[in-house]
């Protein structure tokens, strides 16, 4: 079974440019969740998708991020203008259920991608 | 709200020998769960062991062990016998199950290096 896979790995860009990252979460798992660290700091949530649908937002810093999951299979994040502070490793993990007290519903990861904003 | 500390940014363990990794948390949900995932060099978060609030017995998988006190609100990753291959970053992270919210909240990570 294929894990998460994000798109691209590395992604080098000017302040004020557009970045668009991609997330391919494991098939079948319905909840998909963005996270990025900072560098140096913790690893933080931005958003969490259950399909096709934002369950939870609360994490995305600003307007200029916005986060699409169309049909429910693959998800973007895109950065519009980027800023040098988004500089820092952008994270995807898929989870098949919600999880529960009884049933943790493992958060599987991609391997990230690293963003530069120059 | 919840949150994670993890107060050893760099440890170092000789191969073969144990290592503890602290994580302390707080939360005032009742239904929590805690896990510690390894990142390596290579960058993929790999998911390690997971303890669940309400669990009688600490966890276990493997090498790794989870050293679960609740009343102290700790969560230490025990490693034993530790190879070459554990150097990584560790990272303690909790999930609350009450609320609809099910994202990770994670500490800041411990940096371990085994030394030959």
């Known amino acids: 079974e294929a894990g998460v896979t994000q798109f691209p790995s590395h992604s080098v860009i000017e302040k004020g440019q557009t970045v668009t990252l991609r997330c391919d979460p494991i098939?079948?798992?319905?909840?998909l969740y963005w996270y990025r660290r900072v560098m140096g700091k913790e690893i933080k949530f931005l958003l969490h998708?259950?399909?096709?649908?934002?369950?939870?937002e609360s994490g995305m810093p600003n307007n200029r991020f916005l986060a699409e999951r169309t049909g429910g299979t693959y998800s973007t994040l895109k950065v519009q203008p980027a800023e040098l502070e988004d500089s820092g490793v952008y994270f995807c993990?898929?989870?098949?259920?919600?999880?529960?007290?009884?049933?943790?519903?493992?958060?599987?990861f991609g391997p990230g991608t690293r963003l530069t904003v120059l | 709200a919840q949150k994670i500390t993890q107060t050893q940014p760099g440890m170092f363990v000789q191969e073969k020998e144990a290592v503890t990794l602290d994580c302390t948390y707080d939360?005032?949900?009742?239904?929590?769960?805690l896990f510690w995932y390894k990142q390596p060099s290579s960058g993929e978060m790999i998911f390690l062991i997971y303890?669940?609030?309400?669990?009688?017995q600490n966890a276990t998988e493997g090498r790794y062990s989870l050293n679960f006190q609740k009343a102290r609100k700790s969560a230490n990753l025990v490693i034993s016998a530790s190879q070459l291959g554990d150097s990584a970053m560790y990272f303690c992270?909790?999930?609350?199950?009450?609320?609809?919210?099910?994202?990770?909240?994670f500490g800041s990570g411990t940096q371990l290096t085994v030394l030959p």
């Open positions: 303890q669940g609030s309400y669990d009688q």
């Open positions: 098939s079948g798992h319905d909840n």
């Open positions: 939360t005032s949900d009742p239904s929590y769960g």
């Open positions: 992270a909790m999930r609350e199950f009450s609320g609809s919210a099910r994202q990770l909240t």
């Open positions: 998708f259950v399909k096709e649908s934002k369950q939870d």
């Open positions: 993990a898929s989870s098949q259920g919600l999880g529960g007290a009884g049933s943790y519903n493992e958060q599987f």
